[in-house]
């Protein structure tokens, strides 16, 4: 009968994987103005919501009535926009 052929074992030794190169990111993307304009729209949009309770409706704009709600908000919404944009 015929011999069957004999597998060779697998080296058990550990070769480390070679290291690559390391990137360096730069965290200076230009954007510097998105922070302060985010913070700033979010602070003007608290602020017109709060400045339209305390004021029982008479500030920012009288004659937008109720919609000064939805001003403020949408300073707001503009905060969140801007937040997109940051590195």
């Known amino acids: ?3 069957s052929r004999i597998r060779k074992k697998k ?4 070769t480390p994987p070679e290291k690559g190169q390391t990137t360096k990111i730069s965290m200076t993307s230009g954007r510097r103005w998105v922070a302060p304009l985010m913070l700033a ?3 003007i949009g ?5 400045l339209y309770y305390v004021t029982q409706a008479d500030l920012p704009v009288e004659s937008l ?8 908000f949408g300073f707001i919404a503009v905060g969140f926009v801007v937040s997109t944009q940051w590195k």
Request: glycine letters at 8%; charged letters at 15%; hydrophobic letters at 60%.
């Open 1 to 3: 009968m015929p011999k």
């Open 41 to 43: 729209m979010f602070a």
């Open 11 to 14: 080296d058990d030794t550990f």
């Open 46 to 50: 608290l602020a017109w919501i709060v």
């Open 65 to 72: 009535g109720d919609w000064n709600i939805v001003v403020g």
